[in-house]
C-alpha cells in the first residue's frame, strides 16, 4: 500500500498544478482562524464573531468543519485532475504495462482520496483546538472533547465526496467536462429537491426523507448548518415567531448512506477501469 500511495503522491507533486491546489487548499483553510479578527463598528451596532461565541467549545466542531466541507472542491479538482492526467499522460497505460493491476490501480487512488481527507480532518481537528483555546470560554476537558462526531462525518463526507469526483474523473476522463458534469448533478439533485418539495409536493417530509438517500444531499446531511444555532440567530428567530426546530446531531443514518455511495462509486470506478479498453 505505501508502494501505491508514494506513486500517486509522486505524480500530484510532480503536477504543477495539482501542487498549488493542494497547498491552496490548506492555506485557504487555514484562513478560518482570521474570522476571530472581522469586526464591525458601525455606530451603535457592533460586531465581533470571536465574541459571538463560534469559537466556544463544543461548539467549534460543528462551525469548522461545515465551513472547511464548502472549501472541499480544491482537492476535488486534484482528484479529478488526477484521473484525466492518467489519460493525457498515458501514465495509466504505462503503470499497468509496468506490471500494476487494475485493482491495484483504483486502489492507490482510493488510498489518496483518504489520505486526503484524513490529512484534512486532522488539520481542522488541530486548528480548532488552537482557536477554541484562544477564544472559547468553556475550557474543561469534557466540553472540549464533546462533539467529536463531526470530525468523524467531515472525515466520512470528503471520503464520499472525493470518491464521487475519482468515479466521475475515470468515467469523463476530461478534468474540464468531469467538474461540469459535478455542477450539472449538484444543480439536479437541488432543483429537482426544491421543486418537489415547495411546489408539487407543498412541504411534504417524504421529500427529505427520498433525498436523504441521494449521493451529494446524503453527504450535506451530515454536517447540517451550524448558524443558526448562536444565540443571536436565535433571537432573532424568536423575534419574527419562528419557533422551528431543528435537527443538528451526527446520525449514524447518515454516515452509514454515505459509506454505501462509497462503496458504490469505487466499486464502478473498477468496473469501467476494468472493461475499458486503455
Not at 509496468?98 to 480532518?121: C, N, P, Q, R, W
Not at 465526496?161 to 475519482?166: N, Q, R, V
Request: glycine share 4%.
Amino acid at each position: 500500500m505505501k508502494r501505491l500511495l508514494a506513486i500517486e503522491l509522486q505524480k500530484i507533486w510532480k503536477n504543477r498544478a495539482s501542487k498549488i491546489l493542494t497547498i491552496s487548499y490548506f492555506v485557504i483553510l487555514s484562513f478560518i482562524a482570521l474570522i476571530a479578527s472581522i469586526k464591525f463598528d458601525i455606530g451603535n451596532f457592533k460586531l465581533h464573531f470571536a465574541e459571538m461565541g463560534i469559537f466556544n467549545f463544543p461548539y467549534i466542531w460543528h462551525f469548522n468543519t461545515y465551513i472547511a466541507s464548502i472549501l472541499k472542491l480544491f482537492l476535488a479538482i486534484v482528484i479529478v485532475s488526477m484521473m484525466a492526467n492518467e489519460y493525457s499522460y498515458g501514465t495509466l497505460k504505462q503503470n499497468l504495462i509496468d506490471g500494476m493491476s487494475k485493482k491495484e490501480f483504483i486502489l492507490s487512488k482510493f488510498l489518496t482520496v483518504i489520505l486526503f481527507a484524513f490529512t484534512s480532518t486532522m488539520f481542522v481537528f488541530v486548528m480548532s483546538l488552537i482557536l477554541g483555546y484562544s477564544f472559547s470560554s468553556y475550557t474543561e476537558l469534557g466540553i472540549v472533547f464533546s462533539d467529536l462526531e463531526y470530525l468523524l462525518a467531515y472525515f466520512v463526507k470528503l471520503v464520499g465526496f472525493f470518491s464521487f469526483c475519482l468515479f466521475i474523473g475515470i468515467l469523463v476522463k476530461r478534468s474540464a467536462f468531469a467538474l461540469g458534469f459535478l455542477f450539472v448533478w449538484f444543480l439536479v439533485e437541488k432543483i429537482s429537491y426544491l421543486t418537489l418539495k415547495f411546489d408539487i409536493l407543498n412541504r411534504d417530509p417524504r421529500v427529505d426523507q427520498v433525498y436523504a438517500f441521494m449521493p451529494l444531499e446524503s453527504m450535506s446531511n451530515l454536517i447540517i448548518e451550524p448558524f443558526s444555532r448562536l444565540s443571536i440567530i436565535k433571537n432573532i428567530q424568536s423575534a419574527v415567531g419562528d419557533k422551528g426546530i431543528k435537527d443538528y446531531d451526527v446520525h449514524f443514518a447518515s454516515i452509514l448512506i454515505v459509506l454505501v455511495w462509497t462503496i458504490v462509486f469505487i466499486f464502478l470506478s473498477y468496473t469501467i477501469i476494468k472493461k475499458r479498453d486503455l
